[in-house]
């Protein structure tokens, strides 16, 4: 009897122990109080300047709190834990109606993955699902991280989350782009055919100017495609901070929807 209750009380101090580990491992807020928290400095402090004024301005527009955060160690925790943790001991979100998001961000390094995961509060689970979090994780974000282009990769992601819950357009119609997007383009075949045209009047044609009108022809040809087949600029877009800065986050809550990813 005795051996069982030495026992039981020491796996409870093992799991106290591993608990106030995990607390401690999640950053204190700022002060003063910032929507983009770069723990692990991988941000310039320009496109982190700019990013906090285009977020700050989005929350002024929308009352939507997204923070994104990035650190250098979950300290053993899931990415998913550690996002829900973080966002309910700062409250990101509107205490009311609980629309905070978390980007949570962890480098890849010699000895541990790239993380990456999107958090999102009880208010915004519904217009954007688990699956659509996953979808933007997979398909704006991390394709720029394989290749070093972290900062490319947040504003992507960010830009997405920010086109779907402001109405720019609805998870369902990000979700049909994704997959149709994924059938392939017509545009590299059009182009191929321009392309055959416009060499074949410039080998045959009687005047050498013709071929050069063709060859101009070409180019703009190409930039008409490039702007029509791209989604959007991945630039920081019309949300302004004009208020003095961030508040403060607003005591939201969240209920364990979202999605992550790892490279």
């Not at 997007?181 to 080998?203: C, L």
């Amino acid at each position: 009897m005795l051996k069982k209750q030495l026992f039981s009380l020491f796996i409870f101090f093992v799991v106290a122990l591993h608990a106030s580990a995990q607390v401690g491992c999640i950053p204190e807020k700022k002060s003063p109080q910032k929507l983009v928290n770069d723990f692990a400095n991988v941000l310039s402090s320009s496109f982190e300047a700019q990013l906090e004024n285009y977020l700050v301005g989005f929350n002024d527009t929308t009352s939507t709190q997204i923070t994104l955060v990035t650190v250098a160690d979950l300290c053993g925790e899931e990415p998913s834990f550690f996002a829900f943790d973080l966002g309910e001991k700062w409250g990101v979100g509107d205490a009311k109606f609980d629309n905070g998001i978390v980007v949570l961000f962890k480098p890849k390094q010699a000895l541990s993955k790239g993380e990456v995961f999107i958090a999102a509060g009880y208010g915004l689970e519904g217009i954007l699902p688990d699956a659509i979090s996953k979808r933007i994780v997979e398909n704006e974000m991390i394709p720029y991280f394989k290749s070093g282009q972290t900062e490319q990769g947040l504003l992507q992601g960010i830009q997405t989350i920010i086109e779907i819950i402001g109405g720019e357009y609805s998870a369902e119609n990000y979700n049909s782009k994704v997959r149709g997007g994924k059938k392939g383009s017509i545009f590299p075949v059009i182009f191929i055919i321009i392309f055959i045209i416009i060499m074949f009047a410039g080998t045959f044609g009687r005047a050498r100017g013709y071929a050069n009108r063709n060859n101009t022809s070409l180019w703009l040809a190409l930039m008409l495609m490039g702007s029509s087949n791209g989604r959007h600029s991945g630039s920081f877009g019309n949300f302004t901070g004009g208020r003095g800065g961030f508040g403060g986050f607003g005591g939201g809550s969240f209920g364990g929807g979202g999605a992550g990813g790892s490279w």
